[in-house]
């Protein structure tokens, strides 16, 4: 198992920015994809859905149509830090979003407290 932490959640206006954090102490970082994933609200864990994936070195990001062109995913290998930059947010980008190794498959079955992003005037 591995002990994953999301930050940076929040409430923002639509239209608005926020940049997710995910640290996973003790993983050898590097060596894994990792993936941020949204759940909606009211929606049960199974129905997470993977929002973009990044390759261990930093290549091949990966996003889910809704969010092309608005959401960039990146990695800090040096400090073993993922990141989420969400820009011109929607309301239906409202959700709790997880982070966990793999590139959109579940690498570690092993999941954090998750940040909450809520889109709303």
């Known amino acids: 198992e591995v002990q994953v932490e999301e930050s940076g959640g929040g409430l923002v206006q639509p239209g608005g920015s926020l940049r997710l954090s995910c640290k996973v102490p003790?993983?050898?970082?590097?060596?894994?994809?990792m993936s941020w994933y949204r759940q909606p609200p009211g929606a049960p864990e199974k129905e997470r859905e993977v929002?973009?994936?990044?390759?261990?070195?930093?290549?091949?990001?990966h996003y889910a149509d809704a969010v092309k062109g608005r959401f960039t995913i990146s990695r800090d290998n040096a400090i073993t830090m993922a990141y989420l930059q969400m820009d011109i947010l929607h309301p239906e980008d409202t959700g709790a979003y997880f982070c966990?190794?793999?590139?959109?498959?579940?690498?570690?079955?092993?999941w954090g407290q998750g940040t909450q992003v809520t889109v709303s005037l």
């Open positions: 003790g993983l050898t970082f590097s060596n894994y994809a």
């Open positions: 929002v973009a994936a990044i390759l261990g070195n930093g290549g091949g990001a």
């Open positions: 966990n190794p793999g590139y959109g498959v579940v690498v570690f079955n092993s």
